[in-house]
C-alpha cells in the first residue's frame, strides 16, 4: 500500500492523479497504524509551515512521520517541513533534516518571490533520479527554500543555489512539484516507487 499523509496542505489531489496515472491507488490518511505499514509514504503538499506543522502535532503526526522506517518522499512544504526550522512564521518542524528554512531575498528588480513556473536541476544523486538527465526541468512554487548542504541530491538556482531534493537514511524530499514536471516528474515518481 502507497499511503499519502492526509493533513491541511493543499495540492495533494495532483499528487494522488499523478499516482493513478502510474498505476497506483494510493491511500490518503492520516491514521498512524496505515501510515507505519504502508510500503511507501508521500508527504505532499503547499501551504503555510506554522499551521501545517500544528495540524501535524494536534494529531501526533509529526511524532508518526519522524519514526517511519520506510521510503518517504516530502514535496514542496513536505520538504520544508522535514527541516528542523522555517522562517516562515518562525516555525519549529520535524527535524528530520538538521536545516534551516529560509526565505527568497530579492537581489534585484527582476527576482519575484515566490518562484513560479519552471527551472533546471543539477548535481543529481542517488536512486531517485535514475533516468533523468542533467539540466532536466521541474515545476516550482515557493517562497522558502533549504540552503545546500551534505544532504542535497539535487541542487537548482534561483536568486541563488539552493537544494531542489534531500536524503537521509529512508527520508527523501523535493522542493519541485514532480506531480506537475511532465515526464522527467513521472520519472522521479516511478523510481521513488521502486526504492
Known amino acids: 500500500m502507497i499511503a499519502v499523509v492526509k493533513y491541511n496542505a493543499g495540492n495533494i489531489r495532483s499528487v494522488l492523479n499523478a499516482l493513478n496515472r502510474l498505476g497506483v491507488e494510493p491511500v490518503l490518511t492520516d491514521d498512524a497504524e496505515a501510515l507505519r505499514n504502508a510500503e511507501r509514504v508521500l508527504f505532499p503538499g503547499q501551504g503555510e509551515a506554522a499551521t501545517a506543522m500544528a495540524y501535524l502535532r494536534e494529531r501526533g503526526l509529526d511524532r508518526v512521520i519522524c519514526s517511519l522506517r520506510q521510503p518517504v518522499l516530502g514535496i514542496c512544504i513536505g520538504q520544508q517541513l522535514m527541516c528542523s526550522h522555517s522562517e516562515e512564521g ?21 527576482d519575484k518571490v515566490p518562484q513560479m513556473g519552471w527551472n533546471s536541476i543539477h548535481n543529481l544523486k542517488t536512486r531517485l533520479f535514475d533516468g533523468v538527465d542533467e539540466g532536466s526541468f521541474i515545476y516550482n512554487v515557493h517562497s522558502f527554500y533549504v540552503p545546500e548542504s551534505p544532504y542535497t541530491i539535487a541542487s537548482c538556482e534561483y536568486i541563488l543555489p539552493y537544494s531542489a531534493a534531500l536524503n537521509k537514511d529512508n527520508f ?18 516511478k523510481n521513488f516507487l521502486k526504492l
Open 172 to 189: 527523501y524530499s523535493t522542493q519541485f512539484h514532480p506531480e506537475k514536471s511532465g515526464s522527467v516528474g513521472e520519472q522521479i515518481l
Open 90 to 110: 518562525n516555525t519549529d518542524c520535524l527535524g528530520i533534516f538538521p536545516m534551516e528554512v529560509v526565505r527568497f531575498q530579492p537581489q534585484r528588480h527582476e
